[in-house]
């Protein structure tokens, strides 16, 4: 049985890609990213009413074929290079949802 999945465009598949190897994100990480993260919808370009976001498996298949061809490093130093010429560095870090929740007061405090 083949795989009837549509191809996703190139470039949300190389953002995520940065944003995996940039965040050290796993494929099923940066598949809920997609969906919870609305900076990252826009920074993708994303609309999820509208468009068919990869899901982990896509990306895990993107991330296959840059292996395979050893373009990671190459792909890397390009947009880092690219960036810098902008007065942009970036590092790797972590992404911290930093979301407040209501809850209930403690019984305890009363």
């Known amino acids: 049985m083949h795989d009837r999945r549509r191809p996703k465009p190139l470039l949300w598949m190389l953002k995520l890609y940065f944003l995996q190897i940039w965040y050290s994100l796993t494929d099923p990480q940066t598949e809920e990213l997609m969906h919870d993260s609305h900076a990252v919808q826009q920074f993708l370009g994303l609309a999820l009413g509208r468009d068919d976001p990869p ?26 290079c690219h960036l810098a010429s902008h007065g942009i560095k970036v590092h ?14 403690s019984k305890k405090n009363r």
Do not use: S
């Open 55 to 80: 899901d982990e498996t896509t990306i895990l298949r993107f991330l296959h074929l840059i292996e395979k061809h050893r373009l990671g490093p190459k792909m890397l130093q390009v947009v880092k």
């Open 92 to 105: 790797q870090g972590t992404i911290v949802d930093a979301t407040l929740i209501a809850a209930p007061t």
